[in-house]
């Protein structure tokens, strides 16, 4: 008897059914579903920090620029390339910087 019951337990494989695997997929989607949306906010929200953190050291620039030359820049064009890269003109997320009667602002 105890031959019996041992060579069935030896048998039996634990593992997961069709129904359970299929759960554990949908748990798994709708967790997606939910954390996607959060995530591309909180890239806008990250490179939008990111513009404004450029626009304040562009104004820097612009003071820098004051100090040396005697008057502001017309353009953000003046600043190119001795205060700014030809990149730094723009934020990453697309916003352009111009001045605006001596202040750096985005548009």
């Excluded at 030896?10 to 997606?32: A, C, H, K, P, Y």
């Excluded at 920090?49 to 353009?75: D, F, H, K, W």
């Excluded at 003109?89 to 605006?100: A, E, M, R």
Aim: net charge negative; proline share 3%; charged share 20%.
């Amino acid at each position: 008897m105890r031959e019996i019951i041992k060579r069935k337990l030896r048998n039996e494989e634990d593992g997961f059914t069709l129904i359970e695997m299929l759960l554990v997929l949908l748990v798994i989607s709708v967790l997606i579903i939910l954390i996607i949306p959060n995530i591309a906010a909180q890239s806008r929200n990250v490179q939008d920090t990111g513009c404004e953190a450029q626009v304040r050291m562009v104004q820097s620039q612009i003071e820098a620029y004051t100090l040396n030359e005697g008057a502001g820049p017309a353009s953000i064009q003046d600043l190119v390339p001795d205060y700014l890269t030809a990149d730094q003109v723009s934020c990453q997320n697309g916003d352009s910087i111009t001045i605006t009667n001596g202040e750096a602002t985005r548009s």
